[in-house]
């Protein structure tokens, strides 16, 4: 008989995430998940200056800022049929690719790497053999003995004192807790030490942008941060070098620690690549714009079906039909009134809340499908799309990934073992290796045209009276986000914005197909269920943002539902 499990909320996520499974012969059989927070930006931005709306639109999470900023002016400048300077380009894209580093290293090491490695089980490894390990990675620093043995001192000491900090609460001693003790010690020494180096990527983006999170750079029609050289209150020359030293150290870290964890992990636990597929139609949006208009672009975009790399179909532009035209949401098993399936110019946003409802409603996040069809989205989308375009950088560093997961593993691995649950973290990694580069090489675009004389930033929009529709696109860190707006008369009449999390954390839809979170669930193992680690696993593999996928609130405070903590 089925065991009925409740993971709620699920924990180290940004937003409220409910996730039901059911168990039977230790393995899950149907997967429910729930979006269980609101947010108002949507009807807050009603009849406001568009110009205002990147600075709105921020605020829906404390984690995804940039990258609602981004959408939000590509989504006015769409509207309005602009070009932004080169400069601007160039500025939009460091920001973009440094963000996504720090949101990264964030993503792995704080938020997901301790369903993989159990930090107690440090406190038995042999430094010596923990050395002999790393150096069998990559050349890092910080591979030490002395540094070894030091992070283990400070685990035991957190033990001894009984206060765990942000390692209490964990499923330490699980049967599926199964790297050896020196990868473990390893694992928590480099999580110590992607907290610097996150910070080294937030940095930077202060930098460019003022501050962060809720950068305060952009503009519809370019950037604020002015240039100049020679003056020191401007981005000049001096600033510009330290975002770089930044960077550099952000990519060494990328290239020697990160990505090398995410290879030796996913090698450990070669027999998870065999769980957590689900959905294998695959969505990316192309980003890291070349030209004024967004028609070339250093990372690529477009669509799979089926898990079959030859089902490709790019997405060529900031403008291109094939996006503009297939995205629907469907608020079939929503809490919103109605059950129809619209194109986001075409929404309304009504909340009706039931109790949670199996087969009825039971989400406050909208399913949105592309042609139809569910798709997950994220960096293995783009990973793939890439791969399967004959994209050079991801070519370059897929095989690279894939050729040391091998040998690790012992065993050939094809690029068909991305489809699964360590899939989708290496292909973030990946993705994080190819930005690290790209960041370095945006910066010495950047540098190379203001040196021609080129100081420009902006473009001064014109609202024209009557009305205009556009629709901006960014691949976000968790994926494909799209912000879609109709503009009347120089206000905005309709804003609605489709993010990565209501792809992949969507529930069914008026069909009763399942969105990733929930495909990607059935059939995984579980061990324990009264510690449902195995679901936790493959949840974060998506890196959940639940605060971007909920779309309302409720203006008089009601109590909706009541959450308890595992």
């Keep these: 008989m089925a065991q009925r499990i409740t993971v709620d909320p699920i924990t180290r996520i940004e937003g409220h995430l409910r996730i039901d499974v059911e168990v039977e012969n230790a393995a899950i059989t149907r997967a429910w998940s729930s979006g269980q927070m609101w947010r108002g930006i949507e009807v807050i931005l009603k009849g406001r200056d568009p110009r205002d709306a990147w600075l709105f639109t921020q ?23 602009m070009e932004i300077p080169i400069n601007a380009q160039y500025i939009r894209n460091l920001v973009m690719s440094l963000h996504a580093l720090h949101d990264h290293i964030v993503h792995f090491y704080v938020l997901s790497a301790l369903d993989w490695v159990d930090v107690v089980s440090a406190l038995k490894a042999d430094i010596k053999k923990t ?6 990675l990559s050349n890092w620093p910080g591979n030490s003995f002395n540094r070894f043995k030091a992070v283990q001192e400070k685990v035991q000491a957190i033990v001894d004192s009984g206060q765990l900090g942000p390692f209490a609460n964990g499923y330490w001693g699980h049967p599926a807790m199964t790297l050896p003790p020196e990868a473990n010690l ?7 030490e992607a907290l610097d180096y996150q910070r080294k990527a937030d940095k930077a983006i202060a930098i460019l942008s ?46 020697q620690v990160y990505l090398p964890d995410v290879i030796a992990i996913g090698a450990l636990y070669k027999d998870w690549l065999a769980y957590g ?48 035209e297939n995205v629907v949401e469907s608020i079939a098993h929503s809490w919103y009134k109605g059950d129809w399936s619209k194109h986001p110019f075409k929404e309304e946003t009504v909340p009706d809340y039931t109790d949670f409802q199996d087969d009825g409603k039971y989400s406050w996040i909208k399913a949105p499908r592309f042609k139809d069809m569910p798709m997950q989205v994220g960096p293995l989308a ?40 360590p899939g989708r973290h290496l292909a973030r990694a990946i993705r994080a290796t190819m930005l690290s580069d790209l960041a370095l090489d945006h910066w010495q675009k950047l540098v190379d045209n203001i040196g021609t004389g080129d100081l420009e930033i902006f473009n001064k929009p014109t609202f024209p009276k009557g009305e205009q529709m556009g629709f901006g696109f960014h691949e976000a860190p968790r994926g494909t986000l799209s ?62 943002c639940i605060a971007c996928a909920v779309h309302m609130l409720d203006p008089h405070g009601r109590e909706l539902t009541r959450v308890k903590a595992l």
């Design 382 to 421: 783009q990973v793939l799309v890439g791969y399967a375009q004959g994209h050079t950088l991801t070519k370059k560093y897929v095989d690279d990934a894939l050729a040391r997961v091998s040998t690790l593993a012992g065993a050939q691995v094809g690029a068909g073992v991305l489809h699964s649950t």
């Design 59 to 81: 605020r829906i999470c404390g984690v995804c800022t940039t990258v609602h900023a981004l959408a939000s002016v590509r989504t006015v400048e769409n509207a309005l049929g």
């Design 186 to 192: 390893m694992a928590v020494s480099h999580y110590l």
């Design 483 to 544: 912000h879609w707006i109709v503009i009347r008369d120089g206000k905005i009449k309709n804003y609605q914005c489709v993010v990565p999390s209501t792809w992949n954390a969507g529930p069914r839809d008026g069909k009763g197909a399942p969105g990733p979170y929930e495909a990607s669930l059935v059939g995984n193992p579980m061990a324990n269920p009264q510690l449902p680690l195995e679901v936790l696993r493959t949840i974060h593999s998506f890196d959940p």
């Design 277 to 324: 597929a689900g959905v294998t139609n695959y969505l990316a949006v192309p980003d890291m714009p070349l030209d004024t208009r967004g028609t070339s672009f250093d990372l690529p975009g477009g669509t799979i079906v089926g898990g079959d790399l030859k089902t490709v179909k790019p997405i060529t532009g900031f403008n291109d039909p094939y996006f503009k």
């Design 210 to 255: 003022g501050k962060n999170p809720h950068i305060q750079n952009m503009s519809v029609g370019g950037v604020t941060a002015a240039i100049n050289p020679d003056n020191e209150t401007t981005l000049n020359i001096e600033r510009l070098y330290w975002v770089k030293q930044l960077a550099e150290e952000v990519r060494g870290f990328v290239h």
């Design 131 to 136: 050395v002999a390990l790393a150096e069998t």
